[in-house]
């Protein structure tokens, strides 16, 4: 597989850090890079390490260490990529688990996240070994159900709070990221399709999101500077708001538990 040549320094720096650890198992890319989504001015390079026990605290101090260096000997020119980083560290006995915390490293620094039902699926269906057996060990087949019960969960739960906020809304990234929720999580429960981002931006107006807006998440996506003013910004964000509320509830409503 080949990718851009920022985001394989990298992930050889990554890869060769790593391979000699004795608790390695694999080395799993997955996500946009895989689907041909891949934005160099927003994604994420994501990454999925398959370890055959969970770290403890002396493995965690050492494996930020090791992104430090990673990032470190990348140079300026892939600065910017290096921090597009997110991998997250599994042991294989928890792979299958979504709800299990695991140790990840976000771009700068280790903080815990999940392999979620929809990262398994993902990884599953488009991703690629960087090192280390295919398929990835310890994950097993998801039922559409479970995919659609998953995602109706985070609606009824997280993405419903989040709508509830104010503040957040002022911000571009919160902004793209969660209207481009809508037409993927739309996708999963009508047909359990998961698509990319770049085909969501695309089935915004479905959603009630104006051409303007639509097009000012796609130019951003580009890495198109895109700028408004303070009274612009506040109207957007009371509008994107409204927008991921009605739609929220529409979606949960349509999906409710038999």
């Not at 597989?1 to 890319?29: C, H, K, N, S």
């Not at 890079?33 to 001015?41: I, V």
């Not at 919160?174 to 996708?187: E, F, G, K, S």
């Not at 479905?206 to 612009?232: C, H, M, N, W, Y």
Request: aromatic fraction near 6%.
């Amino acid at each position: 597989m080949e990718f851009p040549a920022d985001v394989q320094q990298v992930l050889d720096g990554l890869r060769d850090a790593l391979r000699t650890r004795p608790d390695l198992i694999g080395i799993y890319v997955y996500g946009s890079l895989l689907t041909g989504d891949f934005s160099p001015a927003r994604s994420d390079i994501d990454v999925v390490v398959m370890l055959d026990r969970e770290p403890d605290p002396a493995t965690v101090r050492e494996l930020t260490q090791l992104h430090a260096a990673v990032a470190g000997t990348a140079g300026s020119s892939v600065g910017r990529t290096a921090g597009q980083l997110h991998c997250l560290y599994v042991a294989v006995q928890y792979a299958a688990d979504p709800d299990r915390l695991c140790t990840y490293w976000f771009g700068d620094r280790m903080t815990q996240w999940q392999l979620k039902i929809l990262t398994q699926v993902e990884l599953a269906s488009a991703g690629v070994a960087l090192h280390g057996p295919w398929p990835p060990p310890g994950l097993r087949p998801v039922a559409v159900t479970d995919i659609q019960a998953a995602v109706a969960a985070e609606l009824r739960g997280y993405w419903t709070r989040f709508a509830g906020t104010r503040l957040r809304w002022l911000q571009d990234d919160t902004v793209d990221h969660a209207l481009v929720v809508l037409p993927r999580a739309a996708a999963v429960l009508a047909h359990g399709d998961l698509i990319t981002k770049g085909e969501a931006i695309a089935q915004l107006a479905d959603f009630g999101v104006p051409a303007s807006l639509a097009d000012e998440i796609r130019r951003r996506r580009a890495g198109q500077e895109v700028r408004l003013t303070t009274v612009k910004r506040l109207r957007r964000a009371r509008l994107a708001r409204r927008i991921m509320r009605r739609n929220v509830r529409a979606l949960v409503r349509a999906h409710r538990p038999a």
